[in-house]
Antibody, heavy 119, light 110 residues
Framework: QVQLQESGPGLVKPSETLSLTCTVS??????????WGWIRQPPGKGLEWIGN??????TYNPSLKSRVTISADASKNQFSLELRSVTAADTAVYFC????????????WGQGTMVTVSS | QSALTQPASVSGSPGQSITISCTGT?????????VSWYQQHPGKAPRLMIYDVSNRPSGVSSRFSGSKSGNTASLTISGLQAEDEADYYC??????????FGGGTRLTVL
């Protein structure tokens, strides 16, 4: 059974870097079948795609691209999100998810982790 | 990158059918058959209901169906049930190799 689990600090100060990790179980991240991504949801608002990790290269939301890095550690079966220079507008629930290649099939999601940006 | 356009809310009575639209452009919905739909109950993670316009994952009720015409994708739920009350989001691939979500639709079962 494939599962994803987000982890990281629940509180980040303005101007600092938000760092989250998604631990994957039940499937190897090294498989070229899947893309691994991050999506966020501000309180009371809709979903926003942040970006994807794939072995041949990453893609990011243009509105966040200058501040975002997604990386992976295949030995730990984990991938990570870094969002730099955060503001209150980055306060959200952050989800990690798996998507099948050549498809819109984003079928496995983590439960989500709430990150608040505040001093 | 603008969000796809969805109605803010729709409603229906148990047993009825409803359709949620998702309107984009030639650069996203109209350009690819990579449209998916997600159901989200309060405090929960999104759940995949439809992918690649009209495909249903195993475990999803056949009451859920998807389609697309031009720049607009649609999710239809037939035989509405109380547990269908949730938020629904569409998601599409774009010409810039990125993904964009719709603003979300709140479904109320009367």
């Amino acid at each position: 059974q494939v599962q994803l689990q987000e982890s990281g600090p629940g509180l980040v100060k303005p101007s600092e870097t938000l760092s989250l990790t998604c631990t994957v179980s039940g499937v190897s991240m090294s498989s070229i079948t899947y893309y691994w991504g991050w999506i966020r949801q501000p309180p009371g608002k809709g979903l926003e795609w942040i970006g994807n990790f794939y072995y041949s290269g990453n893609t990011y939301n243009p509105s966040l691209k200058s501040r975002v890095t997604i990386s992976a550690d295949a030995s730990k079966n984990q991938f990570s999100l870094e969002l730099r220079s955060v503001t209150a507008a980055d306060t959200a629930v952050y989800f990690c998810a798996r998507r099948w290649g050549s498809s819109s099939r984003r079928d496995i999601w983590g439960q989500g982790t709430m990150v608040t940006v505040s001093s | 990158q603008s969000a796809l356009t969805q109605p803010a809310s729709v409603s229906g009575s148990p047993g009825q059918s409803i359709t949620i639209s998702c309107t984009g452009t030639n650069s996203d919905v109209g350009g690819y058959d990579y449209v998916s739909w997600y159901q989200q109950h309060p405090g929960k993670a999104p759940r995949l209901m439809i992918y690649d316009v009209s495909n249903r994952p195993s475990g999803v009720s056949s009451r859920f169906s998807g389609s697309k015409s031009g720049n607009t994708a649609s999710l239809t739920i037939s035989g509405l049930q109380a547990e269908d009350e949730a938020d629904y989001y569409c998601n599409s691939y774009t010409t810039t190799y990125t993904w964009v979500f719709g603003g979300g639709t709140r479904l109320t079962v009367l």
